[in-house]
C-alpha cells in the first residue's frame, strides 16, 4: 500500500510539473489566438501535442482554434480528448456544447452547457447564455428565457439583445 501511494504522489507531482512546464512554452500560440492567428496557432499546437499528448491545456487550445477555422470533428476529437485529462474547466464544455451547436446536435450541446454551468456553479453568463440558445432549439422556451435573464443578470449584453430581438439572433449564430 505505502508503494502505491508513493507512486500516485510522484505521477501527480510529474503531471503538476509538465502542466506548469507547458505554461511558458505555451505563450508563443496563446500569442497567436489572440491575434487571431488561428492557422499559425493550430500548426504550433499540434506540435506541442505531439510532445506533450497528455496535456488537457494542449488539447484544448487546439481544439479552440479548430473551432475557429470551422473543422468541426477535429476540435470535438481535441476538446474530448482535453475533458479526458481534466475534467474540471468549465470552458472546456463550453467549447465542447459550442461545436455540438454547430453540428445541430442541440440535445447533446445542452447537457455540455448544463455542465459547464454547474462547474461555475450558475455565475458564468456564457455558459447560461448559450445553455439558453440550445435550450431555445430543443423547444424549452421558458427555460432559455430564465437562463438568459440570469446571463443578463450577470453582464452578458448579447443575452440583452437575444431577448429585446425575439430570438431572431440566435437563428444567425
Known sequence: M??????MFFNWLEEKF???KNKEKLEDGEHLMLHR???EALTFFTEKV????KSAKVHYYRAFCNFQLGNFYSALYDIEQSISFDNTVGDAYI???????????YDHAFLEFDKADWH????NPTAL???????YQLGQKNNAILDFERAVLLGDEDAAYILRTSFEY???I
Open 2 to 7: 505505502p508503494f502505491v501511494l508513493t507512486l
Open 18 to 20: 509538465i502542466t506548469i
Open 37 to 39: 492567428k488561428y492557422d
Open 50 to 53: 505531439k510532445k506533450f499528448p
Open 95 to 105: 467549447i465542447k456544447g459550442k461545436i455540438l451547436y454547430k453540428l445541430e446536435e
Open 120 to 123: 461555475f456553479r450558475s455565475e
Open 129 to 135: 447564455k448559450w445553455r439558453g440558445i440550445a435550450r
Open 170 to 172: 440566435i437563428d444567425k
